[in-house]
T-cell receptor
Framework: NAGVTQTPKFQVLKTGQSMTLQCAQD?????MSWYRQDPGMGLRLIHY???????DQGEVPNGYNVSRSTTEDFPLRLLSAAPSQTSVYFC???????????FGQGTRLTVV | EDQVTQSPEALRLQEGESSSLNCSYT??????LFWYRQDPGKGPEFLFT???AGEEKEKERLKATLTKKESFLHITAPKPEDSATYLC??????????FGQGTRLTINP
């Protein structure tokens, strides 16, 4: 079992560029979520999904889009990158939305 | 609005020196309080779930306790490998996990 896999691990973008952060899980979890982690701010929820075809906004959704076409995959799209989106991004999954979540290794994104 | 505050922000101990980390919370309809460990450059790793006041959970040198307003993570006779950032999170009726800022723990040999 690979658990939760995120790609890429590191990325540098120029302001205005777009990109997709990939997240895949092999545990058949219904619930998946995206967080960003900034120094002194803790983990903040961006978007989440309770199952294929269903997504909703978290605490800091502006500038990000998500979709969930399969149970396994939950990509996060940055439409037009801004320096304020420089952060470490984590994808997580859990069984039926329980708080015992499994996290990926993270993507460190720098926007210049 | 659900909120979690952790203290201290950073804690440095000598090997074998026991201490406690604090997690204060406010939540609408507590479904659970969770402790995670995060090593540098890695994602958080789940440690404990506490559901109701008075509950305790133990794992090796770690013990988590819960009251109606706080949770404590007690570390007994820590070793250098216990060095990590410890995160506390709550889940309320809305089912979203809300995390605190974390406590960065360093154990010196």
């Amino acid at each position: 079992n690979a658990g939760v896999t995120q790609t890429p691990k590191f990325q540098v973008l120029k302001t205005g560029q777009s990109m997709t952060l990939q997240c895949a899980q092999d545990m058949n979890h219904e619930y998946m979520s995206w967080y960003r982690q900034d120094p002194g701010m803790g983990l903040r929820l961006i978007h989440y999904s309770v199952g294929a075809g269903i997504t909703d906004q978290g605490e800091v959704p502006n500038g990000y889009n998500v979709s969930r076409s399969t149970t396994e995959d939950f990509p996060l799209r940055l439409l037009s990158a801004a320096p304020s989106q420089t952060s470490v991004y984590f994808c997580a999954s859990s069984y039926r939305g329980r708080g015992e979540a499994f996290f990926g290794q993270g993507t460190r994104l720098t926007v210049v | 609005e659900d909120q979690v505050t952790q203290s201290p922000e950073a804690l440095r101990l000598q090997e074998g020196e026991s201490s406690s980390l604090n997690c204060s919370y406010t939540v609408s309809g507590l479904r659970g309080l969770f402790w995670y460990r995060q090593d540098p450059g890695k994602g958080p790793e789940f440690l404990f779930t506490l559901y109701s006041a008075g509950e305790e959970k133990e794992k090796e040198r770690l013990k988590a306790t819960l009251t109606k307003k706080e949770s404590f993570l007690h570390i007994t006779a820590p070793k250098p490998e216990d060095s990590a950032t410890y995160l506390c999170a709550v889940q309320g009726w809305a089912q979203k996990l809300v995390f605190g800022q974390g406590t960065r723990l360093t154990i010196n040999p």
